[in-house]
């Protein structure tokens, strides 16, 4: 599937480079400007890295972007019948004269913070405890998300290392590098939709001050890492699912909002030594069915007494399964029985008997997988169209499975070989490219590799 995929993504954008350009002199860019000044230092390919952080950036949306010609390819719009419209996205096409767009690969639990915790540290969730939905036997409580990291961001290495950034609500570095009021580590949170976030992008990067949690602050110079959040898909996507016809326009908008940005780097004179990466942290699968009843009877019919638990709950007298959902189920054997292997394998029996359930995760699974350790003895997968929880009213969207793990990542500008794509990436290797296209050394609980084959040397 990945490759029928990989095939459709070149498709649907514009390549114009990609067969000539990795020829192309390191001088110049398709776009006929220098890729580094000769004022750049020597040991960065980039001076600044312009990061879109889009939540729930579906790798098959780009299936859906129009390609440059007067009518959009049926091949290059697989799947997009469901739409009424293609995504216009020409400044996403233009960039990507300048570098490549190919499919990477999330973490378990692909659930926003904790893939958002390996794409910021470069660690796995096993080393960043990063974790979503899950029962919380110090507490014995269910919990949703959190940002508890245990390794440093990018924010924090560069900022270790002498450099700046500067965060739009990217919110899994507030505090962890950025914060507000600090004009070397900046963090904003103007709420609003992706135009309002770009809009202090834009403005740091013209020199303006930006509203910082009640301060006019302003930058010294343009920051090394420039980080934009857009949440924006993901909203639309838990609402309607990942074929609701709004996502075309949003994507369209995405886009508008990346020239806004390219156009305020050329303004500050700073375009030629910019590198530009978009990524997404998860994906996005339809559900309209929920199995919730049949699992508590399938567990209740195996001997134990169940409860499946929302944040903040707490389990009632007597119950010794606690089950907390959020795109996969966290499930965990508590009391007495709580640590035994026997009943760990008659439960793991119980619910893959159950035909809506597409996998089990046991402990070894999870430490393969390099889950966060806070999951419990068993992580239920539904099968796509399915929830282990109730039947929405309405078609929705969920994530958190190995069926929501891929997204695009786009790399381009300073630094970048244009049309060389990397090999295999992963949330964990963003990171360490990004300090790769600095010059800095990886933040130090990093895990992945920088993609040096898809840089400049």
């Known amino acids: ?106 973490v378990m639990t692909s659930i926003t913070n904790p893939s958002w915790s390996s794409v910021a540290t470069g660690a796995w969730p096993a080393t960043h405890r990063n974790t979503a939905y899950w029962f919380d036997t ?126 305020a780097t050329k303004d500050a004179g700073v375009y030629g030594d910019t590198a530009f990466v978009l990524t997404g942290d998860h994906g996005m699968t339809t559900f309209d069915k929920g199995f919730g009843a049949e699992g508590l009877a399938a567990i209740e019919a195996a001997g134990f007494t169940p409860q499946i638990l929302t944040s903040g709950q707490t389990p009632a007298p007597g119950t010794d399964v606690v089950i907390v959902v959020g795109g996969v189920a966290d499930v965990r054997i508590i009391g007495e029985r709580a640590g035994d292997p026997a009943a760990v394998r008659r439960l793991e029996r119980a619910l893959r008997g159950l035909p809506q359930v597409r996998d089990v995760l046991d402990e070894a699974d999870q430490r393969r997988l390099r889950m966060s350790p806070g999951y419990g003895d068993l992580v239920v997968e539904p099968e796509p169209g399915w929830s282990f929880g109730a039947t929405p009213a309405d078609a929705a969207g969920r994530h958190g499975a190995t069926t929501e793990l891929h997204v695009p990542l786009v790399l381009a500008g300073a630094g970048v070989r244009p049309g060389v794509h990397p090999h295999d990436p992963r949330h964990v290797d963003v990171a360490p490219t990004i300090s790769a296209l600095l010059g800095y050394a990886p933040p130090s609980g990093s895990e992945g590799r920088a993609l040096r084959e898809a840089l400049r040397p």
């Not at 020829?23 to 990061?51: E, F, K, M, N, Y």
């Not at 996205?89 to 690969?105: A, E, K």
């Open 138 to 263: 110090a507490t014995g409580t269910a919990r949703g998300q959190q940002r508890d990291l245990a390794v440093p961001t990018i924010a924090q290495s560069i900022r270790e290392q002498g450099g700046t950034v500067f965060s739009a609500q990217w919110f899994i570095l507030q505090n962890y590098g950025v914060t507000f009021g600090d004009p070397d580590g900046l963090y904003t949170q103007p709420g609003g939709d992706c135009s309002r976030r770009t809009d202090d992008a834009v403005a740091v990067l013209r020199g303006e001050p930006v509203d910082s949690g009640g301060q006019q602050v302003t930058t010294d110079g343009v920051p090394d890492l420039v980080a934009v959040y857009c949440d924006v898909l993901d909203a639309i996507g838990h609402d309607g699912g990942d074929a609701d016809p709004r996502i075309p326009a949003a994507l369209t908008d995405i886009d508008r909002q990346l020239g806004r940005i390219v156009q």
């Open 1 to 106: 599937m990945r490759k029928t995929l990989a095939a459709s993504i070149a498709a649907a954008v514009v390549w114009t480079a990609s067969t000539t350009a990795a020829a192309t002199p390191p001088a110049a860019s398709t776009d006929g400007q220098s890729t580094r000044s000769s004022t750049a230092p020597a040991h960065g390919r980039a001076d600044h890295v312009v990061l879109m952080a889009l939540d729930g950036f579906d790798v098959e949306y780009l299936d859906l972007v129009r390609s440059g010609a007067a009518e959009p390819d049926a091949a290059a719009l697989r799947g997009s019948q469901a739409h009424s419209s293609a995504a216009e996205m020409p400044n996403l096409q233009r960039l990507l004269r300048r570098g490549s767009v190919t499919t990477s690969t999330g």
